[in-house]
């Protein structure tokens, strides 16, 4: 349950019949049915989330991360620098991203972070932060799936 709405309350939003509205959001949870984009947009709108959430293939895996970045590095050398960091006993590697609206993202994300170690903000204004981010970019065109 997410938002206080059951997948059997999802489905029925949806348009499902009543029977089998539960039913439909447990296939799309298990990947077992895709929901078209429309669809997409539709959950997205009624929990209250940012679409981009169901639409990025996302990464599960450190293995997959790596992979992710190597696969940029690859199309952009210049846009990673590692560096060993100096205060570290475990030889921590730090990354640099060279490339301004990253940094912007980051340094928003580090911004976050930190409200929510000095409590200024709770776990839950956290996760919702996330699931909106970024909030500038939530009323654009989806025409990727």
């Known amino acids: 349950m997410f938002r206080n ?9 949806l348009g499902y019949g009543e029977s ?3 039913v439909r959001i447990a296939q799309y949870e298990s990947g077992q049915r895709t929901p078209k984009q429309e ?5 997205a709108e009624i929990l209250e989330v940012d679409v981009r959430n169901f639409l990025s293939p996302g990464i599960a895996t450190m293995d ?11 199309e952009n050398r210049g846009l990673f620098h590692l560096f060993l960091l100096n205060d570290s006993e475990s030889e921590t590697v730090g990354i640099t991203m060279r490339d301004k609206k990253t940094m912007s993202y980051l340094q928003e994300w580090m911004g ?9 903000i709770t776990e839950e204004e956290y996760l919702e932060w ?6 500038d970019k939530r009323k654009t065109e989806y025409k990727t799936v």
């Open 5 to 13: 709405i059951t997948q059997k309350e999802l489905g029925r939003r």
């Open 20 to 22: 089998s509205a539960d």
């Open 39 to 43: 669809t997409l947009i539709r959950i």
């Open 64 to 74: 997959e991360l790596m992979e992710t970045l190597f696969w940029m590095d690859e």
């Open 112 to 120: 976050k972070k930190q409200k929510l170690g000095d409590g200024r």
């Open 130 to 135: 996330k699931l909106h981010w970024p909030e």
